[in-house]
């Protein structure tokens, strides 16, 4: 029989070794000393990249009680991460700046994805859209992702009018699955999040012109069926080019492989050779 970890005793055990956790990064955290935590009012002065991303999706999955309660949630979580300034040689947390998610601080029950791929609800669901929100914006810069979890690789809803590739996206749980990326430039840029009427929106700024581009798509996006499962394949890349479009770098991001959970008989589907 397999001894079962300290976690999986009981409820009890499980909610000692989440704490636990945490704490351990919260000393991680204060001994490294060197995450971003100022604002300012004002914008730097050069816009890299914008996105939005709009809240309510309409998916036959998702009620829509679930669906209000993830828009409240980001509203409470948008201004704490809003005029922040990622400064050389700082690092951005997503969860040292937004902070744990409870009732008492007004978040509600939105959607989240389980360990298993499964959807469930629970306090401060729906978040990972803001982290997907950031992540899309920062790989358009040479800015370093030190920090990134996603959910298991499962195809959860079918493409609903998609702006991004499918498994761009980040996973997060308070605290210990963190978003972080790292400043390794010499100039400053500055993250504005904020909600509009239909999306969540980001800006992202800097003290000096971004000389080269960054682009990111996916290649070799396909539906294939395996063993009787279909699986979305594909791979992410990120494109730098310099300021004359010459390509400069070419950087695999992820390697789709995810289930598809939802009816696929619309879909172009190829056999596994």
């Known amino acids: 029989m397999t001894r079962k970890l300290f976690c999986e005793i009981s409820p ?34 050069y816009l890299v990249f914008s996105h939005k991303s709009l809240m309510r999706r309409g998916l036959r999955r998702v009620p829509v009680p679930v669906e209000e309660a993830k828009v409240a949630n980001l509203k409470l ?13 700082e690092t951005f947390s997503f969860w ?35 982290s997907n929100l950031i992540h899309w914006m920062i790989l358009h810069t ?9 959910h298991e690789q499962v195809d959860m809803f079918p493409d609903a009018n998609r702006e991004v590739p ?27 999040t904020y909600v509009g009427e239909t ?30 499962t279909v699986y979305r394949c594909g791979q992410i890349y990120q ?4 300021k004359d479009r010459h390509l400069v770098n070419k950087t695999l991001i992820k390697t789709n492989h995810a289930r598809v959970a939802y009816d696929t008989s619309q879909l172009s ?5």
């Not at 040479?142 to 996603?150: A, G, I, T």
């Open 12 to 45: 009890l055990t499980y909610k000692i070794s989440y704490e636990s956790r945490i704490v351990k990064r919260k000393v991680s955290d204060y001994l490294l000393g060197q995450l971003a935590v100022e604002k300012i009012s004002d914008q730097l002065p």
């Open 142 to 150: 040479p800015l370093d992702v030190v920090e990134k979890y996603h």
């Open 199 to 228: 999306h969540l929106c980001g800006e992202l700024y800097a003290s000096d012109t971004q000389e080269d581009i960054y682009e990111v798509g996916i290649t070799d996006e396909h539906f294939e069926l395996e063993d009787s």
């Open 166 to 192: 499918f498994g761009s996206g980040t996973s997060i749980v308070y605290n210990y699955l963190d978003y972080r990326f790292k400043n390794n430039t010499n100039t400053t840029y500055q993250l504005v």
């Open 77 to 89: 979580a948008a201004p704490k991460v809003n005029h922040i300034l990622i400064k050389p040689g």
């Open 239 to 242: 494109y730098q080019y310099d």
């Open 269 to 273: 589907v190829i056999t596994k050779s």
């Open 96 to 130: 040292h700046l937004v902070g744990r998610c409870t009732e008492a601080a007004g978040y509600q029950n939105g959607l989240m994805v389980a360990n298993d791929g499964e959807l469930k609800k629970g306090t401060g669901g729906g978040l990972c859209q803001f």
